[in-house]
């Protein structure tokens, strides 16, 4: 069992930045790959980022690539979003998924999820 917690949301101005944290606890977090998502009310959640349990790969979502950054660091079991030049409509619930990577399916399974955190942006 992994369990995970986001931190760093709130409020900022458009332009701003932010750096959300997802912290891990539990068994072999660093063999998991890592997804930040978000979900804005009425809309489908998306995947925002995501990074390879060896954080050889990333994956930006066409929206965020450029202004966000995904990173991780295994020694103390934490994923960072690091958010920048935000726009209003990065305004969502953020939320941070561990998972595994299907070769099969070639899809991931996210296992364990966060609460989310939300952030908002303002005009």
């Known amino acids: 069992q992994v369990q995970l917690v986001e931190s760093g949301g709130g409020l900022v101005q458009a332009g701003g930045s932010l750096r959300l944290s997802c912290a891990a606890s539990?068994?072999?977090?660093?063999?998991?790959?890592v997804g930040w998502f978000r979900q804005i009310p009425g809309k489908t959640r998306e995947v925002v980022a995501r990074?390879?349990?060896?954080?050889?790969?990333?994956y930006y979502a066409a929206s965020v690539k450029g202004r966000f950054t995904i990173s991780r660091d295994d020694a103390s079991d934490t994923v960072y979003l690091q958010m920048n030049s935000l726009e209003p409509e990065d305004t969502a619930v953020y939320s941070c998924?561990?998972?595994?990577?299907?070769?099969?399916?070639?899809?991931?399974?996210?296992?364990?999820w966060g609460q989310g955190t939300q952030v908002t942006v303002s005009s």
């Open positions: 990074i390879s349990r060896s954080a050889s790969t990333t």
């Open positions: 998924a561990a998972g595994t990577f299907s070769s099969m399916r070639r899809t991931y399974d996210w296992n364990f």
């Open positions: 539990g068994r072999a977090f660093s063999t998991y790959a």
